[in-house]
């Protein structure tokens, strides 16, 4: 019998502590008038702390909440952390003809837990399993920092302005992809196990019971979420839509408004393009020819001109090549490569967007003008 | 082998980026072990222009800071473009025409008459160009001043034959590697970043400042759009002029003419 139970919202420290025992925990906090996610303890969290977010906006409220989780997902998601934004892929030494490569240094840090994982990112962490676990070869680096991490999911119970989740079919609910779910009640979290970790953190805690009312409330909540959207996209016509209109005159208006900065990728939890380049610096230059440098890989984006800037060319010159390619990735080709939808609805790129392009916006317009 | 040799140049400009070179310390001193530097003003005692004899001796590569402003200097820069292999810019000045380059859309005489007391002894020609507009440049690397370390890898990429590692893409893909909340959706600050090149290191966002595009625009930058949403912030068409009016004026409204 799976383990559920109740925990005191000022209990909820005691969450963390049993967490922190094994974990660096990755959650909530309130920075530069946005929440970010950085390794926090239970005082970051920005408990009762609102957020309004729009195409190209985010402001957060003053006064606070009485519940505890009363903000969307900010910019950050677990992918900083499972695929850093730059980090080392391994060292070289070059003489003449001999190359030696050497292993970048393991980091010796305790695992992650990730606290308050959104339902739409648990969706994003399946697809970022199955590109940098999933094929012949696994990542090492995502391997090495996924493996021994936690999740804990926290069901979404207000949408944000820009979340479609709900029409993309990935939330507001948790359904699977987690240690622990959460539900925000009145006076408590219900706290309940998915998977066997999850289950020995819930034993180390004095849960109350969960009964019929506290299932039921939950039930409410989250129905009461699903009628407060505001946003949603016409999932069911996808990818025929986009492959449809390839050739259609909107992606003309859309790269008027693109500034093609390429923050709409960085937000992305599920955009996963990285570009790898060689760093020997001068003191690594021997004045005989040997070299010594290190490889490093960092993220990249479709947006950046140099993504497709091959031998002897480029093969996407024009912005609104750059902007179809982004948006037929996120919503036919991903789910042609990895058999997921490459957008979970979690609505980042219409907030982070300076030009407050909305994805969901855009393919109306592809499917009705 | 001969060790390959370097002269660094400079017209007008304010020697900031020449600084840069040496603020690398001790990496300063690796290119002068792997490096024959031939010509460094910036770096002796001798005063002296770049006072440089076509044929007089040959550059591996050539680093010129500073714009062109007046006819000797465009003589010159010839001579140093003939007897160079490579020929890369560094800065604002020499890769985007500099904050002088302002002058190019107003009357320069004018400035003569009010701020000297013997005009005609000022040979500033009518325009503030970049190096660019003169000879065939190889590499240029941007930034008022430049980031030392992008210098470095610019060089040791030379050495090395191989494409620099310098980004051309915007200054939010720095930012959002950094985790840094955005000045401008979460700010609404009238900031650059979205247009202009990455490689300061963040150095304005990083203090919840607006990014002033002191690295130039970056590659295909959208700068109506751009315009457009400040519009939208309330900022008139002049205010946002002055925004971009500034440090790589040259090269933003060539840019922006493109679209």
Redesign the interface.
């Known amino acids: 019998m799976a383990i559920k139970g109740t925990l005191k919202k000022a209990r909820l420290e005691d969450l963390l502590a049993v967490l922190g025992k094994s974990h660096r925990i990755i959650g909530p906090k309130a ?4 929440v ?1 996610m ?1 390794e926090i303890g239970y005082k970051d969290i920005p408990s009762g702390v609102r957020d309004l977010q729009w195409p ?4 957060l409220l003053p006064g606070k909440d009485s519940q505890v989780f009363s903000f969307s997902p ?3 998601s677990f992918k ?1 952390f499972l695929h850093p ?2 980090s080392e892929l391994f060292a070289f030494k070059r003489n003449g003809a001999k190359i030696d490569f050497l292993p970048a240094p393991k980091i010796a840090e305790r695992p992650m837990a990730f606290f308050t994982v959104r339902p739409c990112d648990l969706s994003a962490l399946k697809l970022y399993d199955k590109i940098f676990l999933g094929g012949p070869v696994a990542d090492q680096a995502y391997e090495s920092l996924r493996r021994g991490s936690l999740v804990v999911a926290l069901n979404c119970l207000y949408p944000g302005d820009n979340c479609f989740c709900l029409s993309m079919g990935t939330g507001p609910e948790a359904r699977d992809g987690f240690d622990i779910q959460m539900t925000e009640l009145e006076d408590s979290f219900l706290l309940e196990e998915g998977s066997a970790k999850g289950a020995e953190i819930l034993e180390q805690l004095s849960l109350g019971q969960a009964g019929a009312d506290e299932i039921s409330a939950k039930r409410r909540r989250i129905e009461s979420c699903k009628a407060a959207f505001k946003k949603s996209i016409a999932a069911h016509e996808l990818p025929g839509i986009i492959y449809a209109n390839l050739g259609h005159p909107h992606w003309d208006d859309i790269a ?8 709409c990728t ?2 992305c939890p599920t955009c996963f393009c990285s570009t790898s ?9 021997a ?1 005989g020819g040997a ?1 010594s440098g290190k490889r490093f890989r ?2 990249d ?1 479709c ?4 993504f497709a800037r091959v031998h002897s060319g480029n093969f996407r010159l024009s ?1 609104k090549a750059r902007y179809r390619h982004w948006m037929a990735h996120k919503l036919a080709y991903t789910q042609a490569q990895f058999g997921l939808s490459g957008c979970v609805g979690c609505g980042r790129c219409i ?6 392009i909305d994805i969901t916006a855009e393919l109306e317009a592809l499917r009705h003008v | 082998m001969a ?1 390959p040799t370097i002269g660094i140049f400079k017209f007008t400009s304010c020697d900031g980026c020449q600084l840069s070179i040496f603020n690398l310390e ?2 300063f001193l ?2 002068a ?2 490096m024959e530097i031939a010509y460094f003003q910036e770096g002796q005692d001798a005063p002296g222009g770049n006072g440089f004899q076509a044929g007089a001796a040959h550059f591996d590569l050539a680093v010129v800071e500073g714009s062109i402003s007046t006819e000797l200097q465009s003589k010159e820069l010839l001579g140093i473009r003939e007897n160079s292999s490579r020929l890369i810019t560094i800065g604002a000045c020499a890769t985007a025409g500099g904050v002088q380059a302002l002058r190019n859309w107003a009357d320069v005489s004018k400035f003569k008459a009010s701020e000297y007391p013997a005009p005609g002894a000022v040979e500033a020609l009518a325009e503030s160009t970049p190096i660019s507009a003169h000879v065939h440049v190889d590499y240029e690397l941007w930034g008022c001043p430049i980031n030392s370390a992008e210098f ?2 610019v ?2 990429s030379f ?2 034959g ?1 494409t620099p ?1 310098v ?4 200054l ?2 720095e930012c ?13 600050a009238p ?1 650059l ?3 202009t090149r990455a490689g300061c290191g963040v150095l304005c966002p990083s203090l ?1 400042r607006a990014c002033y595009g002191c690295f130039g625009p ?5 700068i109506k ?2 315009m457009r ?1 400040f519009q939208g912030f309330g900022y008139t068409e002049n205010q946002c002029r002055l925004m971009l009016d500034k440090l790589n004026t040259y090269k933003f409204r060539e840019m922006e003419e493109k679209g």
């Open positions: 920075e530069g008038g946005a970010v950085e190209g906006g985010c402001r900010g910019p950050d900083r934004p730059a008027r408004r693109d500034l093609e900065c390429g923050n960085q937000v380049y060689d760093y020997a610096a001068l003191g690594g230059i004045a070299v960092k993220w984006s947006f950046s001109r140099s912005r907030t982070w967007c300076p030009a407050g | 060790k001790e990496e690796q290119i072990g792997l470095s890898e060089l040791a050495l090395l191989k590692g980004p051309g893409y915007s939010c893909m959002k590697r950094k985790g840094i909340p955005c000045v401008l959706v979460a700010g609404q900031c970043g979205p247009v919840n970056k590659e295909g930058a959208n759009a751009l949403i």
